[in-house]
């Protein structure tokens, strides 16, 4: 069996250009605000392309830059001045954070209504009780999108999500519950990972081990979303799925780089658009 490769890219340059004419047509602009807190090479990447996306789908996006000394007060009262922008309507904080600032203590500072992370308790006691129409964590959502755009039906299929995190596998599991999925979230502690994994029509990856799935994991024809980045010591970056052995048993399959990393992005926009209508109707 050849698997289809889901093409992330392709899907999150469609939305984008979708956005984008849906931001054209607004009687305002939508605004983002994202914080970038010390000098993370990977994290100040991963912002410029943030702005990159944000400005080419005509969101008015500014990086604040902060210090590696920036004590955890100074943090909240520069996320206390976002909350009060008019003219903002997103607000993400990139973690990783410096020690000593508490992600939490952050995040739990944030609007809920610009919380385009969907991270707040706010925005997580949504979903966890079902309601899948709010600021929802920005990876997972771009994970159900890649599985309608590619017409692999979710109602009344197995799925088994890899990760039990608060960012990618708990929210994952939910909107797939939403979505009416029968779901397994399993994780480190979980008997026999192999098992379970060749019982589901779809494969959630987001464990942050690289190439731990092996092709024999995964049951003929399965989806198997690979959520993972890890960089090799010989540079190359691999998901947390044995690419090729998946490919050979899957019906279809994210590649990594170019899977879901570019629909974190577009989902990131999306939800800025979203909280913007939210905020102004």
């Known amino acids: 069996m050849t698997a289809r490769i889901l093409d992330g890219k392709a899907i999150a340059a469609a939305l984008r250009a979708r956005l984008a004419t849906d931001i054209a047509a607004l009687p305002f602009t939508p605004g983002l605000a994202v914080v970038l807190v010390g000098d993370d090479p990977a994290s100040a990447v991963y912002v410029r392309a943030k702005d990159r996306a944000a400005a080419a789908a005509g969101i008015a996006a500014q990086t604040i830059r902060l210090p590696a000394a920036t004590t955890e007060a100074a943090l909240l009262a520069e996320i206390a001045r976002l909350n009060a922008d008019p003219a903002v309507d997103g607000i993400l904080v990139q973690l990783p954070l410096p020690a000593p600032i508490r992600a939490a203590a952050v995040i739990a500072a944030i609007d809920p209504a610009k919380d385009v992370d969907g991270f707040h308790a706010v925005n997580v006691g949504r979903l966890a009780g079902g309601d899948a129409s709010g600021l929802v964590p920005c990876t997972p959502r771009g994970v159900m999108l890649m599985l309608e755009q590619a017409g692999i039906a979710v109602a009344g299929a197995r799925a088994i999500v890899l990760g039990r995190s608060a960012i990618v596998g708990r929210p994952m599991?939910?909107?797939?519950?939403?979505?009416?999925?029968?779901?397994?979230?399993?994780?480190?502690?979980?008997?026999?990972?192999?098992?379970?994994?060749?019982?589901?029509?779809?494969?959630?990856?987001?464990?942050?081990?690289?190439?731990?799935?092996?092709?024999?994991?995964?049951?003929?024809?399965?989806?198997?979303?690979?959520?993972?980045?890890?960089r090799l010591a010989d540079g190359r970056l691999v998901g947390d799925c044995a690419y090729e052995e998946c490919a050979a048993m899957a019906g279809a399959i994210t590649p990594v780089p170019g899977g879901v990393g570019p629909m974190t992005i577009a989902c990131l926009l999306g939800n800025t658009v979203q909280a913007a209508k939210a905020r102004r109707s």
Request: net charge negative.
């Open 173 to 230: 599991a939910a909107l797939l519950l939403a979505a009416d999925a029968t779901v397994t979230i399993a994780h480190s502690r979980s008997r026999d990972l192999p098992a379970l994994c060749r019982m589901a029509e779809i494969v959630i990856a987001a464990t942050g081990r690289a190439e731990m799935v092996r092709g024999d994991w995964i049951a003929p024809g399965a989806a198997v979303i690979d959520v993972g980045i890890n």
